[in-house]
Every structure is written in C-alpha cells, then in structure tokens.
C-alpha cells in the first residue's frame, strides 16, 4: 500500500446534510477512530450541517466522544437542508471558517443536495472537499448501495410481515406507504420481501383499473387479503386517478405523503372491498441500522479519512461490487439512480399477484 500524501496529522471538519439517515453515526466514529489512532488527526464536526459552518458552530469529535455511537440511529452534529449557495456571502462563510478553524479538508456526509453542494464548492471554487454518500432511498449514482438502506428495507419488511395477519383476519386490501420521492428502491425490495400482491414506484405510472383487476382476480381465486405497497412519488398514468395540485415547500421540492390513501379510495370505490393505509413515513429513518449498514458506513467512514490524506478532493467513498471505491463527486450531480427494470419487471412477471 502506498504511503498517503500526507503523512502529517490533519485537521478535518466533517459535517452531515440533508435527512437524517441510520449509519451516519457510524462513519462519523470510523473516520474519527482511524484519523486518530493511526494518522493523528484533529476532527472538528459542524453543527447541523452548513449553518453550523457559517456560524461556526462546532464539536470536538474524538474516540471518546463518538464512543458507543455504532448502534445508534440519527446524527450526533444534527442535520438540515439549505445550502452556502443560497445566500450571496454564503461561500465567502465557508471559504472564511475553513481558513480561520485551519482546517486542510472539510468531509460532506450527504445525498445528491448535499453531494451537489460539495461538487460545486470543490470545482467551481477549490475548496478541499470530499464526499460520503447517503439516503435510505439508494438513489445516488455512482455507488451500488448507500447505507440506510437496508436499514429502511428492514423496517417496511417487518411493518409489511405484521400487516398481512390483519389484512387476512379482516379480509382486508392493506396499502402500505414507504418512502421513496423519486425512486422505488424501498417499495421495491421490501415488496419483493414481504411478499406484496403489488409495488407501485415513481419510475412506471401505475394503472388504478389494472390494480384493481389484479386484486378481483387474487379475490376470485380464494385470496381476500392483499398488501399493495406505494412509494410516496408513486404517480398513476396521466387522467386514470385525480390527485389535485401539488403543494411545494421552501426548498421547491413537492411535498409528499398521501397517495396511497387516494388509491385506496380509489379501489375501495371500484370494488367494494375494505381497505386500510399504513404510512411508515419517517419511522423508515430512524432507529438502529442493520449490521449490514453498521459495516457499510464504517468501510466508508474509513476510507473517506484515507482519501482525506491522499488529498483525493471532489471525490466520494463508493461500493463497487464488494470493493469500497472513489467517484468523482461529478458523477452523482443531477443525476438520480432509479430502479433496475430488470429486476423490477422480472419479480413483477412472477411474484406480484
């Protein structure tokens, strides 16, 4: 193994961005465990995300402090939206703290906003930036997996596996809502695990009669319970299900939450049958992440804290098949990893029904 190009201790701020997300924690203590028991690095962590690097607010992070963090769901620095690029001395504030703290480099742990923000502060104005990837809905290109997902693929899993000994107790079509705003990742795994009778995604407009029709048929064959699970920005083909207008927040994203219960409505209304909706909603975030997760975050965490001293900026730590990675942080910039069709259609053909 070569010998990294800083072979000094450095000073490292890290912050997290966007959503909360179960791992985060984890990459925090392992970048900080092996910056300073092999390195002997200084970690300085920001405070709920960009604001806490304009107003300087900061954490020491140390083995003591991030002790008995690996389990533990959340962030320790806390974690907002909002972005330096969103007011005009937003930069100047980020350029100013990383030069006044003496920091050599500053780790973005984030999803595409966050990713988005460090790629354009690193190429458009040279700062030493790197990324981490992360976001239960596993839709960040250039990385086969981020971590939070398996966590989130569990916790629907586990909701879904109870709700099918109520759904056949009542005789009931349950709809289970997951999180999922511009991919269904999620609805997708955690359809396939807990053995629904349909996924519906963002990336395939679904058909409300076709729905329907497949669960008449599921109901003529002996089979009156059903599971339907709905990605929030599952959205049905063009004039089939009225949604009305769509309400936007601060940040421009639409605000989601809510269709399951209209296609609920809607099959409820076409066949006569009793139907519930279950929203997870942000218990998919929270909590104790996987071991899988645990391990994924800490091969990240890791290997963002070796890119620091091989001074791999406008980089993000990536899985590749079994190996942990570097991707030009370019990669994920307006881009969004949707699900494979093929696995999708495959499953669909043979299990769904």
Known sequence: MAAPLLSRPVRVGILTGGGDCPGLNAVIRAAVR???RVYGDEMIGFLDAWDGVRDRR??????????????RGGTVLGTRRGSPFDTPDGVDHVKQTISDLGLDGLIVIGGNGSLSIACRLHSEHGLPILGVPKTIDNDIEGTDLTFGFTTA????????DRLHTTAESHDRVMLVEVMGRHTGWIATHAGIAGGATAVLIPEIPFDVEELCGRLIRR???????????VAEGAEPIAGT?????????????????????RVAHAIGDRTGFET??????????????????????TRFGVAAIDAVHDEQ???MTVLKGEQIEL??????????????????????????A
């Open 34 to 36: 092996k910056g300073e």
């Open 58 to 71: 900061t954490t020491p992070l140390s083995i003591d402090s991030m002790r008995g963090m690996l389990p």
């Open 153 to 160: 693929v569990q916790i629907a899993t586990d909701a879904i």
């Open 219 to 229: 109901h003529d064959r002996g089979r009156f319970a059903s599971i339907v699970v």
């Open 241 to 261: 299900l009225e949604m009305g207008e769509k309400i936007y927040d601060r940040f421009g994203h639409v605000v989601l939450g809510g269709i399951a219960t």
């Open 276 to 297: 519930r909706v279950v929203q997870l909603g942000h218990v998919q975030r929270g909590g104790t992440p996987t071991a899988f997760d645990r391990v994924l975050s």
């Open 313 to 315: 900026w406008g980089k």
């Open 327 to 352: 991707e030009d942080l370019t990669v994920a910039v307006g881009q969004t990893r949707t699900v494979d069709r093929e696995l999708f259609d495959g499953v669909a053909a043979h299990f769904f």
